[in-house]
């Protein structure tokens, strides 16, 4: 179980993972050594990877969407086979009850768009939907405190 040093210094990481341990000890009032072993072992136990977050409209990504995908029975892995594959595709999910995808997809126009859209189309669906993301408000913003 973490203690409520840990979890600070976990919130702490996950606002800014590049922040110096000397400033997270400093911050919290803890001895270095404590928060240098406490960041080793939370990084050994709870951390997938570290990774970059992109600010797609910095980067052109100004097209971005929202998939729910309810594929038929008998195109569900081939289905699959290609969102895993698909380079558009940010986050990939199964839900409810595992037959239906949720994903984020982004692209640098409407002509990739269009050229995804093309693909998925080959693939018989029960239900699909598909929204346009106009903002993003909150981004990785779980904390456990």
Same mark, same amino acid.
């Given at each position: =179980?973490?203690?409520?040093?840990?979890?600070?210094?976990?919130?702490? $990481? /996950? =606002?800014?993972?590049?922040?110096?341990?000397?400033?997270?000890?400093?911050?919290?009032?803890?001895?270095?050594?404590?928060?240098?072993?406490?960041? %080793? !072992?939370?990084?050994?136990?709870?951390?997938?990877?570290?990774?970059? $977050?992109? &600010?797609? &409209? %910095?980067?052109?990504?100004?097209?971005? =969407?929202?998939?729910?995908? %309810?594929?038929?029975?008998?195109? *569900?892995? !081939?289905? !699959?086979?290609?969102?895993? /594959?698909? /380079?558009? *595709?940010?986050?990939?999910?199964?839900?409810?009850?595992?037959?239906?995808?949720?994903?984020?997809?982004?692209?640098?126009?409407?002509?990739?768009?269009?050229?995804?859209? +093309?693909?998925?189309?080959?693939?018989?669906?029960?239900?699909?939907?598909? =929204?346009?993301?106009? !903002?993003?408000?909150?981004?990785?913003?779980?904390?456990? +405190?």
């Amino acid at each position: =179980m973490l203690d409520l040093h840990k979890k600070k210094i976990l919130n702490s $990481l /996950r =606002m800014d993972s590049r922040r110096n341990l000397v400033e997270i000890a400093g911050e919290f009032g803890l001895a270095l050594w404590k928060v240098r072993d406490a960041n %080793k !072992e939370l990084d050994s136990r709870f951390v997938g990877r570290y990774t970059v $977050l992109l &600010d797609f &409209d %910095k980067i052109g990504c100004n097209l971005r =969407m929202f998939f729910i995908l %309810k594929p038929r029975m008998g195109s *569900i892995y !081939e289905l !699959e086979r290609f969102l895993k /594959r698909a /380079r558009n *595709i940010n986050n990939l999910h199964l839900v409810d009850d595992y037959c239906t995808y949720f994903f984020e997809a982004v692209f640098f126009s409407n002509k990739g768009l269009n050229k995804f859209i +093309l693909e998925l189309n080959k693939f018989d669906f029960n239900e699909k939907k598909q =929204m346009f993301i106009s !903002e993003e408000i909150k981004k990785e913003g779980f904390l456990l +405190l």
